[in-house]
């Protein structure tokens, strides 16, 4: 049985969607999905429709078991404190469900093969498990960013691993902010030195566990029967892809999406984005009128509130300015 957790609002309720039917499609062996649920909206969907190998969490029930999460939230940003919780949500699950591991995922990767394929490649003797970005050059952010990346943390119920884990989120619980600070950055640059500080930590050797629109660019993507190989620009290693963090991409208006500050070739557009971005707008639109009309008026509040026309027109020509100049940003479906 494996074991992941992740977190999202309702603004983030259709990756986490496609991200579990990934892991039904994918997985080869049987799993739970452990989904901290951060708004009413995503635990009423959850309650309502009950997915099967999906268990709910209640944000409430976390900050109950750690106290000193509702006077951090007050002194933090939605977003940072998702990522102080990262730490605490995965500790609350392995423990309070008595797990032999756990593995938080980020609720916008998606998998392509099965993840059993990144706990087999992990030593037996190793406790935690760790990814790297795997930058590209033209993108290298590892000494602001970290040279990992928080979206596939695997930890073992034993001696080493809780040790980790602990001292993770203590550091959490003291610091974590979207800014630099010294050697700090959010939860994630604190696993910069994790090989060194701590015993039974192991670093995934699988470039295809980890593909993203920091590091596509290294590879050419090859199609293999129902599943996609990355073959190294350079050394011409093929290996196949797992799962790949769709980190940054957004929706413009009509069909048109954005990747985000990167350059993103057609190839990986029409096989990995495009695909994507398709399973996204079908499970939206699937979701119903309600969740639309929701989405719609947070948008709707958001425009008046900071300018409305004005905005919306300023919008419009820095849009149209990158779809001229910075094609590789976006796609259309």
């Not at 039917?21 to 997985?27: A, D, G, N, T, V």
């Not at 030593?123 to 970005?133: A, N, Y």
């Not at 599943?227 to 892809?241: E, N, R």
Request: net charge neutral; proline share 3%.
């Amino acid at each position: 049985m494996l074991n992941f957790v992740t977190l999202f609002d309702s603004n983030y309720l259709s990756r986490g969607l496609a991200l579990y039917s990934s892991l039904i499609k994918e997985s080869s062996e049987d799993f739970v999905l452990y989904v901290l649920c951060m708004d009413d909206d995503v635990y009423k969907y959850f309650n309502s429709n009950k997915p099967t190998k999906i268990e709910m969490i209640k944000l409430s029930d976390v900050e109950d078991y750690y106290p000193v999460l509702k006077q951090i939230k007050q002194e933090r940003s939605r977003g940072e404190y998702c990522w102080t919780l990262t730490p605490f949500v995965t500790q609350f699950v392995m423990h309070k469900c008595n797990l032999d591991h756990c593995t938080y995922i980020d609720s916008d990767i998606f998998f392509y093969a099965s993840p059993t394929l990144i706990y087999d490649s992990m030593p037996k003797e190793k406790s935690v498990l760790i990814t790297e970005h795997n930058y590209s050059p033209e993108y290298n952010q590892e000494q602001i960013s970290g040279k990992y990346c928080v979206q596939f943390v695997l930890f073992k119920n034993d001696e080493k691993g809780n040790i980790v884990l602990e001292w993770w989120r203590q550091k959490c619980e003291e610091w974590c902010y979207n800014k630099r600070d010294g050697s700090r950055f959010g939860d994630q640059k604190y696993l910069d030195d994790w090989l060194t500080r701590f015993e039974g930590v192991y670093v995934c050797q699988q470039d295809g566990a980890g593909l993203a629109p920091w590091n596509v660019q290294k590879y050419h993507i090859l199609n293999y029967d129902t599943h996609f190989i990355i073959q190294d620009a350079l050394t011409k290693v093929q290996q196949q892809i797992i799962f790949f963090h769709f980190h940054g991409l957004k929706f413009v208006k009509k069909n048109k999406w954005s990747v985000g500050p990167y350059i993103i070739t057609q190839e990986v557009k029409e096989k990995i984005y495009i695909p994507y971005a398709i399973i996204i707008s079908e499970i939206e639109h699937n979701l119903g009128e309600i969740y639309s009309q929701r989405i719609k008026m947070k948008k709707l509040f958001f425009i008046r509130k900071i300018g409305g026309i004005v905005l919306r027109t300023i919008r419009y020509f820095i849009v149209e300015f990158r779809n001229v100049f910075f094609n590789g940003m976006y796609f259309d479906i």
